[in-house]
């Protein structure tokens, strides 16, 4: 030992000597000239020397009554724990002397967090050591919980009322009572399956979330194969992605021994086109093995790395569903869409998107090779069974009677179709046959068909019928095709059966004859939503709209609940004020008209909102009441009747009981219109649902009534009422395109019922019992 470090150490000795007389300045003032003097050693790597030291002079300041001593102390024993922390005799020493300290500054809370540290120590030690090393920390506990029960009774004795003690009293014990409990934990099985399957509907990955929460959650998500349905492959660790998923979901991997009888719980495969190459063969070839059970392919890829990124999967999926191909690089060609992933003959394919390609439906030869590369292997029985067709940004040729031999068009391939949508697509028909000599064929079971932008179709329905068919686009159809007329679509032999049971017609963007069209229109009774945007109709179509006051004459589409008709600013807002006030029930339209009397006998010279329409001006467009003495406007019957000056009793509406009930709008979009004054918005505001008025940028989603500004959302009367009852549309992420209304109202309550009796199956997934609660689940759930 050196001769300055022999010094430290008696001094050391002597400051030690004056602590236990409880001469606590005079030993911090000794054990600064020793801290100074073992620094000066050359032997500076003495740690148990400077450890005691400092630690000797952090407890003699921490007993001043200087709180600026105290707090050095503080700092001190803070500095020892970094400094001396990983030694494993001194380790729980420091700790226990911050802790020490942070009693002495009335931090009881901190301070047990301290001492847990230190106990997790305690575990190095050897045994005796340990022994004693337990006593001295469970004396300083004892010490804990005495300053915590005197601040408490400090915090108490501040409170002035006997209420405010008992509200602190009461807190204190729901605080004691609530650090007891570990919720998480008291959930159920059959709880947690339920939150993780609701979970998974928004993101695929959410069993993985939630088996990051504690081990009893982590061990349920990963053994129930139910939640590993959906494999997304991305950017990323794409092949360790696709271990893990395969083996949660209980599949057998390539890499045992032995191969795994398990059924596999994987329906769904997303490839994106951020997927790396070498990642993407070995996530297939995990894959492979499991094709046989998945029902849906989405695929986001170059076309021409589609049979490579496909090697070892071919004829693979014997159960497809759902397939989904899209192009990453846009415009490339694709000659071979399915890439041998259906076998020849293979007709269990329900839903085919196609998007961003360029596609010959023809067979055609490659590189001067013989063998014919077609766009599918086997379009006859692969198409037979589809119930689903989107077609979107396709440049397609068909040549007619070389692949599906004696079929003339796509659609005739496929007999039980449901859905169809072409949108921004160019079919290129090569020796196709004149609309006079093509031959007639019926799709009964198609709903919805939409030919958005496309071209090259010609009149469809003179050859096609569809008498079941409920939903009609033809949004820009004669923009793309001038010599065509959308009117004459309408009165095409193949909708004459379907037009009493079509409940929407999308139109807008069309150049249409008006006279043409309403007369049209009378064929169609059942109609609820009616788009015609940028179509250029006048106030004579708004007016022939209102629905006529006699009983025994319902009007034109008198089921019409939405109507979209964006950018026409000279139609005035008084016809759309009447078109609203007369399609109201009658009791309702009675009393707006009483009210309106009652206001005008008050104040008979001032025009208001429900008065008379006034005149047009030549200068400018009427688009509100002017005069103090309106005249009534040129329009039809029905508009003149819901607009007449003072309703007699001779003119009222007759009574509900002696009409059908009709519905009322609920849907009405004028955007780039007229201006909405403000006394007609808040009346709109109260009859409609729905009011859009807004001059910024068409959107076209708003303009046709779907996704976020869907027309026909689960929607009923009750939805907007109150102000704390605003329900809205959200985002349906488990399947494309979809929304669905998120209610708050009263029917929310109704679908907050208790699952008796429910059942878990080995997937996963949760069966529900007889009871009337798990009746009234299956019913709201659609189950």
């Known amino acids: 030992m050196s001769s300055s470090q022999s010094q430290a150490f008696n001094i050391y000795r002597d400051a030690k000597s004056l602590y236990e007389q409880r001469r606590y300045e005079e030993a911090a003032e000794v054990l600064n000239r020793a801290s100074v003097c073992a620094r000066s050693s050359k032997r500076r790597d003495d740690k148990a020397l400077l450890w005691r030291i400092d630690d000797l002079r952090a407890a003699s300041l921490s007993w001043s009554g200087d709180q600026s001593k105290k707090e050095t102390a503080y700092e001190i024993a803070k500095s020892n724990c970094d400094k001396y922390g990983k030694e494993v005799n001194i380790a729980w020493k420091v700790l226990y002397r911050r802790a020490d300290i942070l009693v002495r500054l009335i931090q009881p809370n901190t301070a047990a967090n301290v001492l847990n540290m230190a106990r997790s120590h305690l575990s190095a030690l050897p045994e005796p050591a340990r022994q004693d090393a337990e006593k001295v920390l469970n004396s300083l506990s004892d010490r804990i919980t005495r300053a915590r029960r005197e601040a408490q009774q400090r915090r108490l004795a501040h409170i002035a009322t006997a209420e405010e003690r008992d509200a602190e009293l009461e807190r204190q014990r729901l605080a004691a009572l609530k650090s007891k409990k570990n919720y998480i934990q008291m959930l159920p099985r059959d709880v947690l399956l339920l939150v993780a399957q609701m979970g998974l509907r928004e993101s695929p990955g959410f069993g993985v979330k939630m088996g990051l929460v504690c081990k009893e959650w982590r061990d349920l998500v990963h053994n129930t194969p139910g939640l590993w349905t959906e494999l997304r492959l991305g950017k990323g660790s794409a092949l360790s992605k696709a271990e893990f998923w395969l083996k949660r979901a209980r599949l057998p991997l390539r890499s045992e021994p032995t191969r795994s009888t398990a059924k596999s719980s994987l329906r769904s495969v997303h490839i994106r086109e951020t997927i790396d190459e070498g990642q993407l063969h070995g996530a297939v070839g995990l894959i492979a093995e499991t094709a046989s059970s998945v029902r849906s392919l989405l695929m986001h890829r170059h076309p021409r790395t589609y049979p490579d990124s496909l090697t070892g999967v071919c004829h693979a999926f014997s159960n497809l569903e759902y397939l989904s191909l899209s192009n990453a690089g846009r415009d490339a060609p694709c000659h071979r869409l399915d890439g041998n992933l259906l076998h020849n003959g293979y007709t269990g394919l329900r839903r085919l998107e196609l998007s961003h390609m360029s ?57 039980d179709v449901e859905y169809v949508t072409l949108s921004d697509t160019n079919l290129h028909q090569i020796n196709a046959p004149d609309q006079e000599k093509r031959n007639d064929f019926e799709l009964p079971h198609l709903r919805f068909y939409a030919e958005a932008c496309t071209t090259g179709l010609d009149l469809r329905f003179k050859h096609m019928f569809a008498p079941n068919l409920q939903h009609l686009c033809l949004y820009a159809y004669s923009h793309m095709l001038p010599h065509l007329d959308v009117v004459h679509q309408l009165q095409a032999p193949g909708l004459a059966l379907a037009k009493a049971n079509l409940q929407s017609l999308d139109i807008g963007r069309n150049k249409i004859d008006q006279a043409e069209l309403l007369v049209a229109l009378r064929d169609l009774p059942a109609l609820r939503f009616l788009n015609v945007s940028l179509c250029g109709i006048d106030t004579n179509f708004v007016q022939a709209l209102c629905r006529p006051e006699t009983a025994d004459d319902p009007g034109l589409l008198p089921n019409l609940t939405a109507l979209s008709m964006i950018g026409h600013p000279d139609i005035p807002l008084a016809a759309i004020r009447d078109l609203v006030r007369s399609r109201l029930p009658p009791l309702v339209r009675m009393a ?28 400018k467009p009427a688009l509100a009441p002017t005069s103090s003495t309106p005249t009534l406007p040129s329009s039809s019957p029905a508009a003149r009747a819901s607009s007449s000056h003072l309703p007699s009793d001779s003119t009222h509406a007759p009574p509900s009981s002696f009409r059908p009930k009709l519905p009322s709008i609920t849907w009405l979009n004028i955007d780039h219109c007229a201006v909405l004054e403000e006394g007609l918005r808040l009346w709109l505001n109260k009859h409609v649902r729905f009011v859009s008025n807004v001059f910024g940028m068409v959107d076209e989603d708003r303009m046709r009534g779907l996704k976020g500004f869907a027309w026909d959302g689960d929607w009923d009367e009750d939805c907007g009422a109150g102000s704390e009852n605003k329900c809205q549309l959200r985002r349906d992420k488990s399947q494309p395109n979809a929304w669905y209304v998120h209610h708050v109202c009263d029917r929310r309550k109704a679908e907050v019922v208790v699952m008796d009796e429910a059942v878990t199956q080995s997937d996963g997934s949760l069966i529900l019992g007889d009871g009337p609660g798990a009746s009234k689940a299956r019913e709201v759930a659609g189950w």
Request: aromatic share 6%; hydrophobic share 35%.
């Open 359 to 415: 596609i010959d439906f023809s067979a055609r030869s490659l590189g001067g090779e013989a063998s014919e590369v077609k766009w599918t292997s086997d379009p006859t029985a692969h198409l037979s069974g589809i119930r689903y067709l989107s077609i979107k940004h396709v440049d397609a040729v068909e040549k007619m009677n070389a692949v599906w031999q004696p079929k003339e068009d796509l659609l005739e391939l496929m007999p």
């Open 592 to 619: 707006e008209e009483a009210r309106m009397k009652s206001k005008l006998q008050k104040t008979p010279k001032r025009s208001t909102l429900f008065g008379p329409t006034p005149a047009a001006k030549k200068s």
